[in-house]
């Protein structure tokens, strides 16, 4: 080990964590060991870089409190999040597609009753409502029974609402239940393209690489009911300017979805809502759990 060379160093690492007693925190810190070190090697890291970049994880972790997650804005920002998707997701052909979570999900989101809103503000002068609506539906098009289907999103001025103080608590966000027979409904507004954040350690990364900070117009949606995997996903809007920039590369093309201006008074009668109103009828496809 006194002799060690730049070669030789990562065994000698390597071979220090050898005993640790679960497999697969072996594997991993094994993997991320032989990583790291050639990206210290191939990059020829100076120690002031070295400890910038220290200090810049400390800034992120630093400005992180319980409505805030910048390290989950930072794996977002350079396509962690959407790799780790894309390897673990698995997801088998026909099935909805997963994507990120993002740093914005809220766990405690309210119950809302059929045809409820999430909008707990008034609409605006001009403003339509949106009606996104289908069925949960198994791997063998089964309907699934009462799946809980919660949805979160930016209000009109690309903030949620755990970002804005302006905001009520809980507006643009809450969960329903599905019908016996496998059909859903989420009232809301139209989603609209934003900005994330950039008064953190992510900004500065986007600045210092010339990096916009849009993302495209998207609801969140997570889909669970007993018997079937949990599905995260998002549904961009087809319109939006920024489906092949998404700041956190999680735009699939299979969750594209068109929006499409409804002027029926008696289907949005049906829905509690004034006509002409914004719809995306959409099908969720669930994977059996194991």
């Known amino acids: 080990m006194r002799n060690t060379t730049e070669a030789e160093l990562t065994n ?9 007693p679960d497999a697969r925190l072996r594997e991993i810190l094994s993997s991320l060991i032989r990583h790291l070190h050639a ?5 020829r890291l100076t120690e002031s870089e070295w400890i910038e970049g220290i200090l810049y994880l400390t800034r992120t972790g630093q400005i992180c409190d319980e409505k805030r997650q910048e390290f989950i804005l930072l794996s977002d920002n350079l396509g962690i999040s959407a790799l780790v998707n894309m390897v673990s997701s698995n997801v088998p052909e026909g099935a909805t597609e997963t994507t990120v979570v993002g740093p914005f999900y809220v766990p405690t989101a309210p119950e809302k009753a059929p045809g409820e809103t999430v909008l707990l503000r008034p609409l605006a002068q001009g403003e339509r409502e949106l009606i996104v609506h289908g069925r949960i539906l198994g791997p ?10 919660e949805v979160w999103q930016t209000d009109a001025n690309g903030m949620y609402d755990i970002q804005d103080d302006a905001q009520p608590e809980d507006n643009l966000r809450g969960w329903y239940r599905g019908s016996a027979d496998g059909r859903y409904l989420v009232r809301t507004i139209r989603p609209a393209s934003y900005p994330i954040p ?3 350690p992510v900004g500065e990364l986007l600045r210092a690489t010339g990096r916009h900070p849009w993302r495209p117009a998207h609801l969140h949606a997570t889909i669970s009911a007993p018997g079937y995997k949990p599905l995260t996903t998002h549904l961009f809007d087809a319109e939006d300017e920024y489906l092949d920039s998404d700041v956190v590369f999680a735009v699939k093309e299979s969750l594209i979805r068109t929006v499409r201006l409804n002027e029926d008074a008696a289907a949005a009668a049906s829905h509690g809502v004034a006509a002409p109103y914004w719809e995306i009828e959409t099908d969720f496809l669930l994977q059996r759990a194991n």
């Open 140 to 149: 063998d098009g089964e309907p699934v029974p009462g799946a809980k289907v």
């Open 12 to 20: 000698v690492v390597l071979a220090r964590y050898a005993g640790t």
């Open 39 to 43: 990206f210290v090697r191939e990059s």
């Open 198 to 200: 950039t008064d953190g």
